[in-house]
């Protein structure tokens, strides 16, 4: 059996050929070329490209074509899925995936659980959490949830606390201005702006007593609520506590584009499951903890999430091939030795004992955090409705820009989005 070193090393030998191989037998047979989107770090693709390769072996007369997306993943699968040229299978994220399913785009996988793929060692109600209306339209990949990362020796130099699990908003942004002033470094901020992530949004909605979207896929917050949200970043802006406008414009909502990579911030507000991939691009050591909350009395606004999901699109032309490699990654032990906990902790429970005596230290930070937080977390939101996706690219992140650019007050923001979210989303 390869190791896990040995069979990185050979996904890696697949290169731009996209698993080419030249041996004998290949050319006796018509080949079954299978496509696989994604988007992420070159450690994921390692990992995912690892795990391709030895399905391959296992399956003679298979060919898997790895695909990696960038800024441009959702613009490119969308255009792919509209022309008729979807992959196979395509990775999504949570607040993306209800939308996808619910445009006819992924194929139900339902028929194909208990005997394609096996669900018998799953984590318990792991499949709720890939199923929209009834149908599971996705395989969850890993279990994360929120968390704030930070720069250990950005606070030791500082002399200053790093915050904790008990950090409040207002304590978080004094700390990101003292932050900030006590560093002194030009373009150089405690935290970059978050006023844009969506999925941050929530958790503060969910402190408050409120949700995003409502089980019936209409807006769960009110304009205030949104004027509130915006005014806290824009105040932080102004104050010098978060990364500037035109410097936090570049950032494409993943890690290679997100500030604290890109060596503009020390902090940033993100998921569990990607310490890794910051880890590896930092200069200095991280830790994580979780996001602020309002007040102890109150929700977390913590919960488990599936960190991503692999769907089967709804037009390819060999689902039960692409059921077989669902199951293959999500249930195989040297699958499971490959990929580790980049894409989260694992939701095989055979896989989660093979795979968590040999993590390394940072991830074990990660999986570590994930017990810590268990009696904080509430209960898993409704999916997000149809026409999510177009309500966060097309109005939720450009008017936390106009907010950040002085363009529209946080009044007026949060007056926008709520027509936005009551002209977009449709239930």
Partial sequence: MLDRRETLRRGLMLGATAFAQTAAFRALAA?????????????????????????????????????????????????????????????????????????????????????????????????????????????????????????????????????????????????????????????????????????????????????????????????????????????????????????????KGNVDTNQMARGNAVMTLSYSNLLSAYQAIAKSPLELTSLPILKESAPSGLFYRPALHWSVASTAKSPELAARFIDFFVNDIEAGRILGVERGAPINLAVQKVVMPMLEAVEQKAVDYLNRIEGRVGSYPPPFPLGSSEFEERSFRPIADKVAFGQLSPAKAGEQLLADAARMLKT
Avoid: H
Avoid at 156 to 181: H, I, N, R, Y
């Fill in 31 to 251: 080949e079954t070329v299978m496509r696989l989107y994604w988007w992420g770090t070159p450690g994921r693709s390692e990992r995912t490209l690892g795990v391709a390769r030895i399905f391959e072996d296992a399956n003679p007369g298979v060919r898997i074509n790895g695909e990696v997306g960038g800024g441009d993943y959702w613009s490119k699968l969308t255009t792919m899925i509209v022309g008729g040229n979807a992959p196979n299978i395509f990775q999504l994220e949570p607040g993306r995936f209800p939308d996808y399913s619910r445009r006819g785009a992924t194929l139900p996988l339902n028929d194909y659980l208990g005997k394609v793929i096996r669900t018998d060692q799953l984590v318990p109600g792991v499949l709720d959490l890939g199923t929209v209306d009834g149908k599971v339209t996705g395989m969850p990949l890993g279990l994360n949830s929120f968390a704030l990362l930070y720069e250990v020796d950005a606070f030791k130099q500082a002399g200053m606390a790093p915050p904790t699990a008990k950090t409040t908003w207002d304590e978080f942004s004094k700390l990101c201005v003292d932050l900030t002033k006590a560093m002194g470094k030009k373009n150089t901020w405690a935290v970059g702006n978050c006023a844009r992530y969506i999925q941050t949004f929530q958790v503060w909605l969910i402190q408050r007593g409120k949700l995003l979207f409502t089980a019936k896929g209409k807006p769960a917050f009110d304009a205030k609520d949104a004027a509130e949200w915006f005014a806290y970043w824009d105040a932080l802006a102004r104050t010098g506590g978060c990364a500037s406008a035109e410097v936090q414009a570049p950032d």
